[in-house]
C-alpha cells in the first residue's frame, strides 16, 4: 500500500481516531503501524537513504518500539504469569474477576449492537438522503470524541444522579441507572457512539447513491435495497467500525469509571478491576485480567490489519 | 406506451432546473433530450423515473398518474450514465437482479430466471461474460450489462441518462448503431439523454432540443437542423456563422451596408443572421452580399475549411466557411460570398 493509496482509503481515515481508541485498548496498534513503513520497504527499495542512515533510522524505530511496547506487554505477561500459570487461572477464577468479565462483555454487547444499529442508521440517513440539519448531525456524531470520557461520564452523573436532573424522579420510582449497569451502559454507547458510523459515512459517501437507484427502479423494496445490495457493499467497512468500536467498549476506563460507584462483583468492568486490584498490591490478579486486555488488543490488531486489506481490495476494482 | 409531461416545475434553491416543460412521446418513440449541461435534461429524465420529483406539474404513462406511485412500482428500466452496477454481484446476478426482487406472489422460478437471463445476455451479446464481475469488464460491456438488467424487468418505457457519455469515441460509435438496431427489434418506447447533437441526430427519431430548463424545439433529426425554431437551436445544433445585422422594413444590414438579402418576415431592431458554414457560397472577388479576404486554408476529407476576414463594417470580423474542395482557394485571395440558405433571428440575448 503506497501513501498515496492509503491517503485516499476512507480507512485511512478511521485511522485518525485510532489512537484515541488504541491507546485506551493498547498502546501498541497505532505506533506499530507508523513504524512499518521504515522497516518493512527500506531495504528493496533502490533510491533510499545511504546504508548508515538506513541503519540508524531502523534501530531507532526498533528500541522505540521495544521499549514503548514490546516491554510494557512483556511486563504484563511475566506478572501475570509471575507465581505460576495456576496463581494465574485462579486469580481469573475469582468471583470478582468473573463478575468483572461478565459485565464487561454484557456492556460490550449492549454498546456494540445499539451503536451497530445506529451507526448504520445514521450513515444510511446522512450519505443517502438530503436534508437540512445534516452537517449538525454530523457534528454531533463527533462529539463524544473531541470530549474527555471523565467528561462524558460526568454528564450521566448530572443528568441521573441524586442531585441530577433527573434523580428526584427516578429515586421516586427506585430506577437505578447510576452506580448500576445501566450507567455503564450509557456511559459506554455514548463514548462508542461515532465509531460505526465514522467507519461507514466516507465509504458509503464514496458509494454513493447509483446503485440504490438502480435498484429500486429495478422493483425493490427500501429493505430489499438495503440488504441486497447496500449491506453487501459497506460489509467490510461495518466490521471494521464494529471491531473498534468493541475494543473501546470493553477498553472504557474513563467514563465508566465516573458512573460505575465501583460496587465490587456488581459495577467493576475489567478496567476498572485492574486498578482496582493494582492498588491493592495484587498483583497477579491485577496483571492477569490486564493480560486478557491485552490479548483483545492483540486480536483485534490482527483482525483490523485483515479488515483493512479487504477494504483496500474492496476499492481497487474502482481504480481501473 | 406514451408518456405525458405537462407543465413540469422543478427547482434546486433558486435555480429552475425545468420551467414549465410539456412534452408527449408516443408508443415505440426514441426520443432523445438534448442539451448542454444544466438544461434540465437529465432533472427531466429522472422525474419520469420516479428518482426525482417535480414541484409542479404531470407525469403521466399511458394515461396514469406516474407521480402517484414511486420509482420501484413506475415499471420503467433506467440505465445511468456510470453503469450503476452492483459490483458485487456478478453478470448475471445483476441481471436477474430485478427479476428476483418481484414479489413473491408473481416471481417467477429459478429455471425460468435462469433463461431469461440469458436470453437476455444473448441479446447484449455478452453470455460468456455471465460469471464475471462488473470491475472485469469494459465500459462498454458494462453498459450493455446495464441494458439488459434494465430490460430484464420488461419495462413499459426505457429511459436512458447519457448512456454513452462515459465511453470513448470509437465504442460510442458502435454503441450508438447497436441501440438504434436494437430499438427496432424490440420497440420499448425509449428516451435517452445526451449533450451530443450527433448522437441524438443520429440516433432518435425525434429530438427534443432543451435549453435553461425550457424545451427550446421538438422535431425530427432534419427538422432540427434544416428548420432550427430558435437562435439557440440553430448555434447548438451544426455549426453556425453568426453575424449581427440589423433589420428594418424588410433590408438586412451588416456593419451598416445592405446585404442583398430578404428579412424574411423577421422584425425589425438588431438581429443575427445564422448561415451554415457550408452554406455559404464562395464567388470571385465583387460578386455577393459580403467581400472577404481568405487568410487561411485548411483541406480535410471531401471540404477546405477557409477562414475569411470579412471587409467593411467595424472592426474585424472573421469566419469560417467550408467550400468544396473541387474550387481552389489561396490565401490572400479576395473572395464574394453570398449566403444561400440563411435564419434571421432577433437579437434579444
Known amino acids: ?320 | 406506451m406514451t408518456i405525458e409531461v405537462k407543465n413540469i416545475v422543478k427547482k434546486f434553491g433558486a435555480f429552475a432546473a425545468l420551467d414549465h416543460v410539456d412534452l408527449k412521446v408516443d408508443q415505440g418513440e426514441l426520443l432523445a433530450l438534448l442539451g448542454p449541461s444544466g438544461s434540465g435534461k437529465t432533472t427531466l429524465l429522472r422525474i419520469i423515473a420516479g428518482l426525482d420529483w417535480p414541484d409542479a406539474g404531470e407525469v403521466t404513462i399511458d394515461g396514469e398518474n406516474a407521480l402517484a406511485r414511486g420509482a420501484s412500482e413506475r415499471h420503467v428500466g433506467f440505465v445511468f450514465q456510470h453503469y450503476a452496477l452492483f459490483r458485487h454481484m456478478t453478470v448475471f446476478e445483476n441481471v436477474a437482479f430485478g427479476l428476483r426482487v418481484q414479489p413473491r406472489a408473481i416471481r417467477k422460478d429459478e429455471a425460468t430466471i435462469r433463461a431469461r437471463v440469458k436470453e437476455l445476455l444473448d441479446l447484449v451479446q455478452l453470455g460468456w461474460l455471465s460469471s464475471r464481475y462488473p470491475s472485469q469488464l469494459s465500459g462498454g460491456q458494462r453498459q450493455r450489462i446495464a441494458l439488459a438488467r434494465a430490460l430484464a424487468i420488461e419495462p413499459r418505457i426505457l429511459l436512458l441518462d447519457e448512456p454513452f457519455g462515459a465511453l470513448d469515441a470509437k465504442v460510442r460509435k458502435e454503441l450508438r448503431q447497436w441501440l438504434r438496431s436494437l430499438h427496432s427489434e424490440i420497440h420499448v418506447t425509449s428516451i435517452f439523454v445526451t449533450h451530443d447533437q450527433e448522437e441524438a441526430l443520429e440516433v432518435a427519431n425525434r429530438v427534443v432540443v432543451m435549453d435553461k430548463g425550457r424545451i427550446e424545439q421538438i422535431g425530427t433529426p432534419g427538422e432540427v437542423y434544416d428548420q432550427p425554431a430558435t437562435a439557440f437551436v440553430h448555434g447548438f445544433i451544426g455549426e453556425s456563422i453568426v453575424l449581427p445585422v440589423d433589420v428594418s422594413g424588410g433590408s438586412v444590414r451588416l456593419g451598416g451596408r445592405p446585404l442583398n438579402i430578404a428579412a424574411n418576415g423577421a422584425a425589425s431592431g438588431a438581429s443575427k443572421l445564422f448561415v451554415r458554414r457550408h452554406d455559404m457560397q464562395i464567388g470571385p472577388a465583387g460578386s455577393g452580399s459580403l467581400q472577404g479576404a481568405v487568410r487561411h486554408v485548411r483541406s480535410f476529407g471531401p471540404i477546405q475549411r477557409a477562414e475569411v476576414a470579412l471587409s467593411g463594417g467595424e472592426g474585424k470580423t472573421i469566419i469560417e466557411i467550408d467550400a468544396p474542395r473541387d474550387r481552389e482557394l489561396q490565401a490572400g485571395e479576395i473572395v464574394g460570398l453570398e449566403p444561400r440558405r440563411y435564419r434571421i433571428f432577433a437579437a434579444h440575448d
Request: net charge negative; charged share 15%.
Open chain 1, 1 to 320: 500500500m503506497s501513501l498515496q493509496s492509503s491517503l485516499a482509503n476512507p480507512a485511512t481515515e478511521l485511522r485518525a481516531y485510532g489512537p484515541t481508541a488504541d491507546l485506551t485498548v493498547s498502546p501498541l496498534s497505532s505506533r506499530r503501524e507508523r513504524a512499518r513503513p521504515e522497516t518493512g520497504t527500506a531495504p528493496d527499495n533502490p533510491r533510499t537513504e545511504p546504508g548508515p542512515v538506513r541503519f540508524i533510522i531502523i534501530a531507532l524505530a526498533i528500541t522505540f518500539l521495544s521499549v514503548f511496547v514490546v516491554l510494557p506487554l512483556v511486563v504484563v505477561f511475566a506478572s501475570a504469569f509471575s507465581k505460576g500459570i495456576g496463581a494465574y487461572l485462579a486469580a481469573l477464577a475469582e468471583p470478582e474477576a468473573l463478575a468483572a468479565i461478565r459485565l464487561t462483555l454484557l456492556v460490550a454487547a449492549i454498546s456494540v449492537t445499539l451503536n451497530l444499529v445506529f451507526g448504520v442508521v445514521a450513515a444510511w440517513a446522512i450519505t443517502k438522503f438530503d436534508f437540512s440539519g445534516k452537517t449538525f448531525l454530523i457534528t454531533l456524531i463527533d462529539l463524544p470524541f473531541s470530549v474527555s470520557p471523565v467528561i462524558s461520564g460526568l454528564v450521566f452523573v448530572l443528568l441521573f444522579g441524586a442531585q441530577g436532573f433527573f434523580g428526584t424522579w427516578l429515586q421516586a420510582h427506585d430506577i437505578h441507572i447510576l452506580f448500576a449497569v445501566p450507567g455503564i451502559a450509557l456511559a459506554t454507547i455514548f463514548v462508542t457512539f461515532p465509531f460505526v458510523a465514522r467507519a461507514l459515512i466516507p465509504l458509503m459517501q464514496e458509494q454513493g447513491t447509483q446503485e440504490e437507484e438502480a435498484a429500486t427502479s429495478l422493483g425493490a423494496s427500501g429493505l430489499q435495497t438495503f440488504f441486497r445490495v447496500t449491506l453487501p457493499n459497506i460489509k467490510w467497512g461495518l466490521l471494521y467500525g464494529v471491531l473498534l468500536c468493541n475494543a473501546r467498549a470493553m477498553g472504557e476506563f474513563g467514563a465508566v469509571s465516573v458512573v460505575s460507584g465501583h460496587i465490587r462483583g456488581e459495577t467493576n468492568t475489567m478496567p476498572l478491576l485492574v486498578e482496582i486490584l493494582y492498588n491493592e498490591y495484587q498483583f497477579v490478579a491485577s496483571f492477569a485480567i490486564a493480560s486478557l486486555l491485552a490479548m483483545l488488543a492483540l486480536i483485534t490488531l490482527v483482525v483490523k490489519s485483515v479488515l483493512e486489506r479487504r477494504l483496500d481490495e474492496g476499492q481497487e476494482p474502482r481504480d481501473h
